[in-house]
């Protein structure tokens, strides 16, 4: 169902897979103004806009697998209707597909690190369990807003709006110690914030995050996902009557 996913994505559009290139540099562009509308600056070192493009991949990745998998289910209801198999496979379908958005923008961070001096850094590596931990929490969330979607239809209407105000209290258009040191241990009870800028830190050689915070955002993430996958299953044998 992924593989069918990614098929379908572009097939139809003119720049096909150019747009998993086009789509993370546009949205840059907008964060770009928008930053700079509101003075907001790094301490990093590196330029802004390769501070922004390094935290709009996992941004875009969590995003993107929630806006897709929030109608999911909906969508797929002629297919649930006459073919039983383990129903979370749809929404985290979407999810896997994602990653596909993660690996294209992540490379293109990349290049543009390259291009502008800056090299591979060590801590590229921690990309992958970061990676991991943010699959969790992509999963965990698209089980959930999947399967409320069935209930309550105006979920799909309002998340775009939902991610817009959590884009602005997660650190994608500044850095985590821009934030007031009196709000900062509240700031950071928010795992996405920590991975966000745990992801950041490790493109751009930098230890912001520390590793007793990623095991908290690790552990959490877990929980959630237990707790997320019991409701899905729990509503799942009334799942073909209610959609």
């Given amino acids: 169902m992924t593989?069918?996913?990614?098929?379908?994505?572009?097939?139809?559009?003119?720049?096909?897979?150019?747009?998993?290139?086009?789509?993370?540099?546009a949205l840059l562009g907008f964060l770009l103004v928008v930053g700079l509308a509101i003075g907001a600056h790094t301490t990093t070192g590196a330029a802004y806009p390769l501070f922004i493009l390094a935290s709009l991949s996992p941004w875009t990745f969590f995003a993107t697998s929630l806006s897709t998998a929030?109608?999911?289910?909906?969508?797929?209801?002629?297919?649930?209707?006459?073919?039983?198999?383990?129903?979370?496979?749809?929404?985290?379908?979407?999810?896997?597909?994602?990653l596909a958005d993660l690996a294209v923008a992540t490379a293109v961070t990349i290049v543009a690190l390259l291009c502008a001096g800056y090299g591979i850094p060590a801590t590229a590596i921690e990309l992958l369990p970061i990676g991991l931990i943010l699959i969790v929490y992509a999963a965990a969330f698209s089980l959930l807003i999947s399967i409320a979607q069935i209930g309550f239809r105006d979920i799909a209407i309002g998340l775009p709006l939902l991610?817009?105000?959590?884009?602005?209290?997660?650190?994608?258009?500044?850095?985590?110690?821009?934030?007031?040191?009196?709000?900062?241990?509240?700031?950071?009870?928010?795992?996405?914030?920590?991975?966000?800028?745990?992801?950041?830190?490790?493109?751009?050689?930098?230890?912001?995050?520390?590793?007793?915070?990623?095991?908290?955002?690790?552990?959490?993430?877990?929980?959630?996902?237990?707790?997320?996958?019991?409701?899905?299953?729990?509503?799942?044998?009334?799942?073909?009557?209610?959609?």
């Fill in 163 to 243: 991610l817009q105000g959590l884009m602005l209290t997660t650190p994608v258009l500044y850095p985590l110690d821009a934030v007031p040191e009196h709000w900062r241990l509240v700031y950071s009870l928010n795992p996405l914030a920590l991975l966000v800028e745990a992801f950041r830190d490790a493109l751009l050689d930098r230890h912001t995050v520390s590793f007793g915070q990623l095991v908290y955002a690790a552990v959490v993430g877990l929980i959630l996902l237990a707790m997320a996958y019991f409701v899905f299953k729990t509503a799942e044998p009334d799942m073909v009557d209610d959609i």
């Fill in 70 to 98: 929030a109608a999911a289910v909906l969508n797929s209801r002629s297919l649930i209707a006459k073919v039983y198999f383990p129903r979370e496979i749809v929404p985290l379908s979407c999810v896997f597909a994602a």
């Fill in 3 to 25: 593989a069918n996913r990614l098929q379908v994505r572009y097939q139809d559009s003119w720049l096909g897979w150019a747009w998993a290139v086009l789509q993370p540099l």
